[in-house]
């Protein structure tokens, strides 16, 4: 209960223009004001309501003041309620005795003087309040004092139970310090050992408590002995965890390596306290991992060799392709076109010599059906190698070649070339890029289904520069990645075209459309260029 909250006031008179007297007497003190009309109707408020003051009046029917200040006495939890009694009839000494006999606190004579009832009434109604917070105190208290007793039995189980299993430790520790294969040992804040467990001993073959303080260090490698202690001496400056690896003297005078590690201990201030640690035999897996090395650097050796020797027959393969297409063209050309076009004289020939009565339409369609065959023999031997590239030179045998395509597929093709005057490259620079660009072009006719696609070709900053991009539905992510086994032949040829010449192939989806883009180091083309004429004056 606070100092501000309200208290309950019982008034009790069979005369309802005393209780409304009363209540206004009382009502400026702030109070929850309740009224009875007769002892009965107290008792039962009582009942159910706290009531800090009972005011009451000593004559009512049916049961009076005097009788019904017993009667609340006689209960428990109204034997400290203070009840003051107003009469106007009984006021003689004896009647005032008798109220203070049956439990009032005060007794108050008619008429009643409003600021002396007001004082009295505010006096008996702060000290119900008062008596409510102390209980609540004392409750609270009491609660707190069992809660602490409860909580420090649970502690000193704890407790008890700590330094039970602390004992168990420090019996586990004793075991494993005495039987691990390792090297245990604690250090001081300075660095220098205060213990080194017994293996150290027994594989050294040092006298007991000699490798104490800086003692160790005389087991230690000469070649290792200055980097081992510099690495502790930083660790223990800057208080970082110490690792370090070095080779210890066995008592057999040869040496093993062994890996040190140690963390500091600290105090609540982050002052190093002590530093523990663990030094492991590890020379088994260091020769071993020395034998790893020396056989990743030679199968690293080996591979280099082979994809050396695979990138040489890959760029052999191509150019015998290259060559084998060359051959083949100009055999189609020199040969079966030459055989048709002789065909296609004779056939002109008997043409202009036919008799009256021979059928002309049997005569002009052989003569088409060969021209059809010379068209498709000389598109051919140009698809397998344009005769312009070798003539001419990539510019025109690129031209030659977008044309051919926006005549065949009916896609919509254009080719910039920067600038103007593009150099002439080596013969397998170009031949290079015009296999690239062609499969490119294969690539957007086949699957891209696209209604535009325009290649560019530029030379710039010392970089070739050749892309082709179509508006079609472009490529999945795993195509652009270039990931192993989601690409095809095409794209893998043209990726190794790239890299013969020190270049880069790159797929990107332009949204739409895919862009293929080649960058080739002029620099690499120009030396591609000087070495095959070095070549051809060699010959």
């Known amino acids: 209960m606070g100092n501000n909250e309200k208290v309950n006031i019982l008034m009790v008179d069979d005369q309802p223009a005393k209780l409304l007297s009363y209540e206004v007497m009382l009502g400026g003190l702030g109070e929850n004001l309740i009224k009875a009309n007769s002892a009965k109707e107290a008792l039962e408020l009582l009942l159910k309501t706290d009531v800090a003051v009972v005011l009451m009046d000593v004559s009512m029917p049916e049961l009076d ?317 140009h698809l397998l190698h344009p005769p312009l590239l070798d003539e001419v030179g990539l510019m025109s045998a690129l031209s030659w070649y977008v044309e051919g395509l926006s005549k065949r597929s009916g896609i919509e093709t254009s080719l910039d070339v920067q600038p103007s005057d593009f150099p002439r490259l080596s013969s397998e620079a170009e031949t290079a890029v015009f296999r690239i660009v062609q499969e490119a072009l294969t690539n957007v006719f086949r699957h891209s289904g696209a209604h535009k696609v325009g290649i560019s070709l530029t030379q710039k900053n010392g970089v070739i520069v050749v892309a082709v991009r179509d508006d079609g539905k472009g490529v999945g992510k795993k195509i652009v990645d270039l990931e192993p086994g989601s690409v095809g032949v095409g794209i893998g040829g043209m990726k190794q075209r790239a890299k013969e010449f020190g270049g880069e192939l790159r797929l990107i989806n332009a949204n739409p459309g895919t862009l293929v883009e080649l960058t080739i180091p002029s620099s690499s083309a120009l030396r591609q260029a000087n070495a095959v004429v070095n070549v051809y004056t060699a010959d």
């Not at 965890?241 to 040869?254: I, M, P, Q, V």
């Not at 201990?265 to 991992?289: A, F, M, N, V």
């Open 65 to 381: 003041g005097f009788q019904l200040a017993a009667m609340i006495r006689q209960h428990p939890r109204f034997q400290r309620t203070a009840i003051i009694f107003v009469s106007a009839v009984h006021l003689t000494d004896l009647d005032q005795l008798k109220g203070y006999e049956h439990g009032a606190v005060d007794y108050i004579s008619v008429p009643v003087v409003p600021e002396l009832l007001r004082a009295k009434v505010r006096v008996f109604a702060d000290l119900h309040r008062k008596t409510r917070q102390l209980e609540a105190l004392n409750r609270d208290l009491e609660l707190r004092v069992l809660e602490r007793t409860e909580e420090l039995a649970r502690k000193a189980e704890l407790l008890l139970q700590l330094n039970m299993e602390l004992i168990g430790r420090n019996q586990e520790l004793d075991a494993i310090i005495h039987t691990a294969p390792d090297i245990i040992f604690s250090r001081q804040a300075d660095g220098s050992r205060d213990y080194i467990s017994d293996r150290f001993y027994d594989f050294t073959g040092a006298a007991p408590a000699s490798a104490e303080g800086f003692g160790w260090l005389d087991y230690v490698h000469p070649d290792d002995r200055h980097k081992a202690m510099d690495d502790w001496i930083r660790c223990v400056q800057s208080g970082a965890n110490y690792e370090a690896e070095y080779r210890l003297r066995s008592k057999e005078g040869t040496y093993r390596w062994f890996r040190a590690r140690a963390l500091p201990i600290r105090d609540p201030e982050g002052q190093i306290l002590k530093w523990y640690g663990t030094c492991s035999d590890i020379h088994d897996s260091k020769l071993l991992e020395q034998r790893f090395r020396d056989n990743a650097a030679e199968l690293e050796k080996m591979v280099d060799r082979r994809t050396d020797e695979l990138r040489r027959l890959s760029i052999r393969l191509m150019t015998m392709q290259d060559q084998e297409r060359r051959r083949i063209a100009r055999d189609l050309h020199d040969g079966l076109g030459q055989e048709l076009a002789v065909a296609k004289m004779v056939l002109d020939k008997m043409l202009l010599q036919k008799s009256p009565g021979s059928n002309d339409e049997s005569w002009a369609q052989a003569s088409s059906i060969v021209d059809r065959a010379i068209q498709q023999v000389r598109t051919m031997s």
